[in-house]
């Protein structure tokens, strides 16, 4: 089964705060993984994508960073969020052999006020 | 880099009808070309993809037809049914690259 997990599903920070989202995905080795960022409801932005532990290629420079401690874990961080930080971050991998074919988690929905 | 159109935003259909959402690309080395639909509060889920070797590829009610030399490929919905409301997104990639999306088309099927 290629599962990924997402969490929180839905979280409201204040301005000013640091933040944490995690992706964890199962079945698979050496995924490659992928954060995107959905305003508004339409368009999908890649944020990051990593193709192994420690490798993190970040398409658009922002207030956010990406790690990847573990095969299988990618986490989305912030140390202060802004108000233009609230979105559906998605977080979506793909395996190896399928570079291409890509599948997503159930998303976070981050409101930042 | 790669850019991709998609068109309409919006599309209303009565039930029964089919349904076309069109979709361009720029770049000519472009080789994979992926269908997501996109229900309400959730991740997008893979409908249907297409590699640049075939021309149209077929699974049930859904069909995409891909035109390499006018660099166009669309998403054919016949006989939509009201669960076929959401929105749906075409993207582009070479291969081992990070896709491309467009801005997606919001599908509303009125039984």
């Known amino acids: 089964s290629q599962t990924i997990h997402q969490w929180p599903a839905t979280l409201v920070q204040p301005v000013g705060s640091p933040l944490s989202l995690e992706c964890t995905v199962e079945g698979t080795s050496n995924p490659n993984l992928y954060w995107y960022r959905q305003a508004a409801g339409r368009g999908l932005q890649l944020l990051f994508y990593s193709v192994g532990i420690g490798q993190i290629s970040s398409e658009v420079p922002q207030n956010l960073s990406a790690s990847r401690p573990q095969d299988r874990q990618f986490i989305l961080s912030s140390k202060k969020l802004l108000l233009s930080d609230s979105g559906f971050y998605l977080c979506?991998?793909?395996?190896?052999?399928?570079?291409?074919?890509?599948?997503f988690g159930a998303g976070t929905r981050l409101s930042v006020l | 880099g790669e850019n991709v159109e998609q068109h309409p935003s919006t599309l209303s259909v009565q039930e029964g009808d089919s349904a076309v959402i069109k979709c361009t690309y720029s770049d000519s080395a472009s080789n994979y070309f992926p269908w997501y639909k996109q229900e309400l509060g959730k991740g997008p889920q893979l409908i249907i993809d297409?590699?640049?070797?075939?021309g149209e590829k077929k699974d049930q009610r859904i069909a995409v037809t891909l035109n390499k030399t006018a660099k166009h490929f669309s998403l054919h919905i016949t006989e939509t049914q009201p669960e076929d409301s959401a929105v749906y997104f075409c993207?582009?990639?070479?291969?081992?690259?990070?896709?491309?999306f467009g801005k997606g088309t919001m599908l509303l099927v009125s039984p």
């Open positions: 993207a582009a990639s070479r291969g081992y690259s990070t896709l491309t």
């Open positions: 979506a991998r793909s395996d190896t052999g399928q570079g291409d074919i890509q599948y």
């Open positions: 297409i590699r640049s070797n075939v």
